[in-house]
């Protein structure tokens, strides 16, 4: 029973930083310190997938999952639980770079906005009635 909480768990845990490396640019926005979380996870991610090597978060839910007696898997997290649907050809080294730049495209975005969004360069902030 602990092996297969744990397994989810870190099922949820990879997914959730997949999530906030895509969209964490967005909380960034509202929360500025949040960049200091953000921009270290966006390079992991970058370099996970520019550099083909699997995400420790994989070797750990295998391992937990092996402990069930299951089989875990051989390839990466995108590859197992996303590219099945997307791309059922199976992950290479050229869709990983796509995400790669997808990832840095998307943050590049974002942080260029904020950056001459951000009320520290023009923008009016809201000031309470005197």
Known sequence: MFFRWAAN??????????????????????WRWLMLAHVPAVAWAVFIECSGRI????????????????????????????????YPDGLTQAIQLCFALL???????????LWFNGPEHGRRTRHPPP
């Open 9 to 30: 768990t870190i099922l949820l845990v990879h997914l959730s930083f997949i999530l906030f490396v895509l969209l964490g640019a967005g909380l960034v926005a509202k």
């Open 103 to 113: 990832v840095l495209g998307v943050n590049a975005g974002c942080y260029g906005w």
């Open 55 to 86: 995400c420790p978060l994989t070797y750990l839910e295998n391992t937990l999952l092996q402990r069930l007696g299951q089989g875990g898997y051989s390839e990466g997290f995108i590859e197992h639980y996303l590219l099945k649907i997307i």
